[in-house]
């Protein structure tokens, strides 16, 4: 709008006044239609994103539980002594049934792991099936099929496999997180890929936690910013956190299997093996994985520690407290719960990640729980991409179930984190 000067001339409103009458209310009028269309746009993505999400959780539940197709060498009623069926025969009974059945050498091998008077009666039922029964997965379901469209799977079963069994089967069971890894999917666990992720995870958060919520209490408490060096440390620490995980891996590589490779194949305690020689061990994944998520713990930590009131530090100085006291006692309970939110984060990067461990040299077929770091080890992603690139659509199942206890383990860990954060916001607030 124009307005009048002394003299009596229109002029101009200065720069930055607001404006007043009809172009105030349009002006209104404008950034509400701007902040409307804003919103949409945001609550757009965020639909688009949770759509997304059902979508992924809908395949993985499908591919996890449906209706299965069956075969066996043997049929269970033709093992069936005196009519008793085989599931209620007794141990000894079962026993003389698989050696029956089995070659004198794999006897002498089960013996040899394990004297058949120690095993239980049913882990000799589960060699006879697994050995003598034989049971062979012919094809597989979804779940959306076998719910809705039950009778069109039972049609296509007798056409196709004339005279399996077919039931509805839930991949994830608790035999398939207590059984290793197997090439036979029916037999098949991942037991071993658990073990090895909690083992990776633990030795990552014991090497990286430390070390980040050190560097980042010396670079917000005590280094100097006008410091060139200063400087380019937080630079360079803030580059590092978007380099891609596969550099760290061959970073991993050249430092802890090849340089380190004497420490981390446990050589220098003498506990290492022919096949732990290389120092492709579980010490090595956890250590790359610590360099991977130490640059998201330090710049989280350092917005945490940045976060706390200036006044609580100055009121341990009035107090007479050293400035270490006031970093132990004031600062850091006061920024542990941020810190802790950024471990979360970066826990659940860590535990995801695929590329700096194969690299490492992570096993994608292994049957042997890891003993100690210094063991040869597989993981949960590992586990599962082996899974997905066989051709037959069963792994591709096992691979769905081990990808829902891959939620499961990250959400365990994560509700433990969040759990220990409150703890820590409930002793603040009570303090």
Same mark, same amino acid.
């Given at each position: 709008?124009?307005? #009048?000067?002394?003299? $009596?001339?229109?002029?101009?409103? !200065? /720069?930055?006044?607001? &404006?007043?009458?009809?172009? @105030? ?121 076998? #719910?809705?469209?039950? $009778?069109?799977?039972?049609?296509? !079963? /007798?056409?196709?496999? &004339?005279?399996?069994?077919? @039931? ?264």
């Amino acid at each position: 709008m124009m307005a #009048l000067n002394q003299q $009596g001339t229109a002029t101009r409103p !200065a /720069e930055g006044l607001m &404006p007043s009458g009809s172009a @105030y209310h349009d002006q209104i009028v404008g950034r509400r239609r701007r902040g409307r269309t804003w919103a949409v746009l945001f609550q757009a993505a965020m639909l688009a994103g949770i759509i997304a999400l059902c979508a992924l959780l809908l395949n993985i539940l499908n591919q996890s539980f449906g209706y299965v197709a069956i075969v066996n060498n043997i049929d269970p009623a033709e093992l069936a002594v005196d009519g008793v069926p085989l599931d209620r025969l007794p141990k000894d009974r079962l026993v003389e049934i698989l050696e029956a059945n089995i070659s004198a050498g794999l006897m002498r091998r089960y013996e040899h792991d394990k004297p058949f008077e120690v095993r239980s009666r049913e882990n000799v039922h589960e060699l006879i099936l697994e050995r003598v029964v034989e049971p062979q997965v012919q094809a597989t379901w979804g779940l959306f099929d076998s #719910l809705f469209a039950r $009778g069109s799977v039972f049609a296509e !079963a /007798e056409e196709r496999y &004339p005279g399996s069994d077919v @039931y509805f089967r839930s991949w994830l069971t608790t035999s398939f997180i207590s059984k290793p890894q197997s090439s036979e999917p029916l037999r098949a666990g991942v037991r071993t890929a658990i073990f090895g992720s909690l083992w990776v995870v633990a030795i990552t958060i014991l090497f990286s936690f430390p070390i980040g919520v050190g560097a980042a209490i010396y670079l917000e408490e005590y280094a100097r910013r006008e410091r060139l060096l200063n400087r380019l440390i937080q630079t360079n620490i803030n580059n590092l956190a978007g380099v891609p995980s596969i550099i760290y891996g061959m970073l991993g590589l050249a430092i802890f299997v090849r340089i380190l490779e004497v420490f981390t194949s446990g050589a220098f305690l003498g506990i290492g093996d022919q096949s732990t020689a290389n120092g492709r061990t579980i010490i090595s994944a956890g250590l790359t994985l610590g360099l991977l998520i130490l640059p998201l713990l330090i710049i989280n930590g350092q917005e945490a520690i940045r976060a706390v009131p200036n006044s609580l530090r100055q009121a341990g100085f009035g107090l007479g407290a050293t400035h270490w006291q006031v970093i132990w006692h004031h600062v850091l309970p006061s920024a542990m719960p941020g810190i802790l939110t950024g471990t979360i984060l970066a826990v659940s990067r860590a535990i995801g990640e695929t590329a700096p461990l194969v690299v490492v040299g992570a096993s994608t077929f292994i049957a042997l729980d890891p003993s100690g770091p210094f063991s040869k080890f597989t993981v949960l992603p590992i586990q599962i991409y082996q899974w997905t690139s066989r051709p037959q659509d069963e792994f591709r199942n096992l691979a769905a179930a081990a990808i829902l206890v891959l939620l499961i383990l990250l959400l365990s860990l994560n509700a433990s984190a969040v759990l220990l954060r409150n703890r820590f916001d409930r002793s603040q607030a009570s303090a």
